[in-house]
Every structure is written in C-alpha cells, then in structure tokens.
C-alpha cells in the first residue's frame, strides 16, 4: 500500500494476526532494540535529538535509523543489515513499506519505539518523502516528547484495581500501567489514536487493557475506577482544530470536563492524575478553580498541585538544540496567555483524592525537583491526606523529626551596630522537592534541634523554656509549623521517610 507525496493515511497499521505480532515482538527483541540498549546505543534521551546522521554497522542500527529516526533507507542497504524475516513482519503489519516515489527506498510509516518495557508506535511529524511536514488534526501525539515523559514520571507505579487513561493518544500511560493494574482503560476521541493504541497493546501482547474510541468518559459509562489518569490538551487556542493540543481559549476546556465529571467515576480512596499546563491568574489559584469545577461534592476531594516546571515560554531553546516541547507559542497563544491574566503559568500533576473517610478535603500545593519523579508526587500526596486524618495530632506530638539529608540553612549576616549579627535566614531544599523559603529566626533555632531523638511536643517544652519560641506560641501552632517544615522537605520522619534521590535518569 503506498501513499502519494505528503498524504498520511488515516491508518497506515494494520492489525494483524496473533502470529504475525508475535513474530515482530520477538523479532524486535532479538535485535536488543530495547530502551535501555537505544539509550547507551545513542546516548541521547530521544529520536530526533541525534545530531548527523551515524553510520549504519548493524541490524540494530538500521531499525533505529528506520523505526525510531523515519529515515529512508536503500532496500539493498537494509536487506544486507537486517534479517529478512524481520523486515517481513514489520512490512505483513504495515509499519514499513516501499516509497511510491522510488520503490527501491523503504520507510516506517509511523514511528515505533521502546518506552520503557513497551514498544509504542506514533505518528511521524515528517513525512518520508521531500513533501512539506504535515501535522494533521487526528496526530497521534508522540510518546517521547517532554510533555508525556514528564505525564508518565507522575504516575504511581503502585497496584490498583481499575484504571483509566482519558486522551490515550499513543496508549504509553495505559501500556504501562497495565502492569500495575488489573485492568485498564485506554479511550480517546480520536479513532487513529485508538488504532494505534490497539496496535500498540497487540505487539506488546498485554492482554488487560481494552482501547476504546469515544467522548472523554463517554465509552466508559456506567464504570468507576481507583485510577485515572490523563495528558489533556491544554494550550490555549481560539479553535480546537488539533485534538491533541489545543484546550479553548482559556487552555482548560478539556480538564475542566474532565473535572467536572470525575465525581461519577472516582471510587472512594481512587486518585487520579492530570499532567497539565496550569495557570493562577488575577482572579484566583489553578486549584480554586479545581475545586469550583467539582461542584457541589468538592469538599470530597483533596486537590493536590505538584508543579513540574514553570513554564518558560519566552525562552528561545539553546543553538542546534531539539526544542523540548511541543509548545510553539503563536500570537494566538500569547495573546490567549495575556488575556488570562496570569500571575504564574506552569506543568503541574494535578492529584485529586476522592476520600475516603469522613474528613473534608484539602487543597495543597509543592514543586517537585527537576530530578524528582512519581515517588517524589506520592510522597507528598501521602503526607497531605494523612496529615488531614483526624489522629494525626496525637501521631504528630509523639513523633521525632530529624534534619533531611537535602535541607541546607542559609544564613546572612548583616552589620549592625558596627558588628555583624544574622539578619535573615533562609531555609532550602533541592530534592525531592526545590524550595528556598525565608523564616523567621525561631524556625531556623526550631529545626536547628531536631535531630531525630526529641518528639514535638518535648521539643516545644524544651525551646519554651529557654525563651526560644514566640511569647503565647501554643503547642497545636508549633506543631502545624513542624509539619509544614515536614511538607516542604526540611525535615523527616521515620514514619514518613522522604524518598532516595537518585540521580537524573530519564524516564526511557
Ligand atoms: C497531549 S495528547 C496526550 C496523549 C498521550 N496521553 C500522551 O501522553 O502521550 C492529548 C490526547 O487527548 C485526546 N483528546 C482530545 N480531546 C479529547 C476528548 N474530548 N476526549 C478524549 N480524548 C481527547 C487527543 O486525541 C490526544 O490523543
């Protein structure tokens, strides 16, 4: 089947037999074309960040030029590097085939490739032959750019009963999850996105995940979930004429859907989990408007903000770099970002709780640390909903807190009188979470003496008697003050160990 110039068939793939995936699995997996083997193979964290084009010395070599890169490839050159039963089971399902154009090349028809223990396949952003790049309307967004990394370093890798991911795209969160899931869901609007998730699931040959094309929760009526998860399109945009980017005017008109309904199917104690590109404005925070959009039941949910990165739209990316996201700001956009009035715009994981017991939700907010992932965001989430359970009073006074390992005092000296005496203090942390919050003097005295051996309310005793605290302090307000210092990363607790920092590794 070959496609004219520029042409994008709406499904290039074709979903075969058993067999036939079977044999390309195993076929891809023969050749190590694997994403730990592609990260030392290329040293680089994604396609199309390669600088020139490398030499071809090896099967493996060929399938990353032709899979993963979209070059086109010579049928003698590729026939004498890679196995002939391989490229047949690439060519019976429809990933390869010849260039109208000139049948002695071949090329990839969508882009595949391994994201951490699944293979994906996508939608190439240029198409294989000199014909200009066309990125249609139903593009099935890519599974390695920033943005759905950064979606998929947020979710938890804990099991769960029921989950689903709305705006599937490519599948990866689902394809993922179902490892930790019993059963997933993987829906989306657009039909081409649920072809290449079906597509996906059969080479990986996983059995507990159904694609379904559809509205939102549409094709999932009637069913309720312990996990939801999404990467909506948020991007302002006066039209929504690409499904996979744009959000309304206002950038929010899919999450606030997605929001909106989530009361219908969250089950008690689920969690759900929305990678976004979130704004506070004039007229309030992100998470006043989460709240709003829950409606009537809002006081059910805990509305839980942990920002990713702000968002550095004016930033030109770095000569000769790959540009990290995908957000190309129009004059459209900017003026949609003016309009919003916005005091911050940043990507944050949007956690809502729905609780379970009887307490009323809470709204919190942190920034993870550009290295942190998923058990930085549970970690918080945790703290946060056990820090709002009705006993935790009486855990928190008997409680030992100690300094955390990545909490450093700042401490500026000033001269008075002639002499110089601290002026200003400065607490900090650069994992898991990046902070750096001014405090008043007692705080810095406070945290200074928690080395793991007193408990709270010892400590309030002790620091009262010798005239440390602030005159009337009460014991419930130092106590709250310990657990934001908790919350923030300055100081840890046996019973809720903050997690080991590991060192940058991306997350495929
Ligand atoms: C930014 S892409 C994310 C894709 C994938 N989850 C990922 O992270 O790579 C957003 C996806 O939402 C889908 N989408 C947009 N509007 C939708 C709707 N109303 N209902 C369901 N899916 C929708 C788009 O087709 C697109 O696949």
Known sequence: MATQPGEVPAFPLRLGTPEQFAALRSALRDLSYDAPTL???????GPGSRPGKPELNDALDAIISLLTDGDVLPEDRLRALVPADTLDALENLGVIEKLASDPNRYYATVLLYPILSVYVVSDR?????????????????????????QFLSCLPQSSCERMLDIGAGSGVAALLGASSAAQVWACDLNERCVHFAEFSRRLNGIDNVTCLGGDLFEPVRGLTFDRIVSHPPYMPAYTQSLLYSDGGEDGEQILRRIVTELPEYLNAGGRSYCFVLASDRRSGTFEQRVRRWLGEREAEFDVISVVIEMHKRHEPPAPGSAPRRDVVVSGDQEALFLKLEATAIYYTALVIERVATGRRGVTARAQRAGVARSEAV??????????AAPDFRAFLLESRPRLASHFSLEVTHSVANGALAPSRFVLRSDYPFSIAAPCPPWIATAIGACHGTTTVRELFEELERRQLLPAGLTLDQFAANVAEMVARGFLELEEFKLPESTDSTPVH
Do not use: K, L
């Open 378 to 387: 549970e970690w918080f989430v945790n703290w946060t909903t056990s820090a």
């Open 39 to 45: 990260d030392s193979r290329r040293r680089s964290s």
């Open 125 to 149: 952003a240029n198409p294989a032959d000199e014909s200009e790049p066309r990125i249609g309307p139903d593009y099935v967004y890519p599974a390695f750019t920033w943005n759905s990394q």
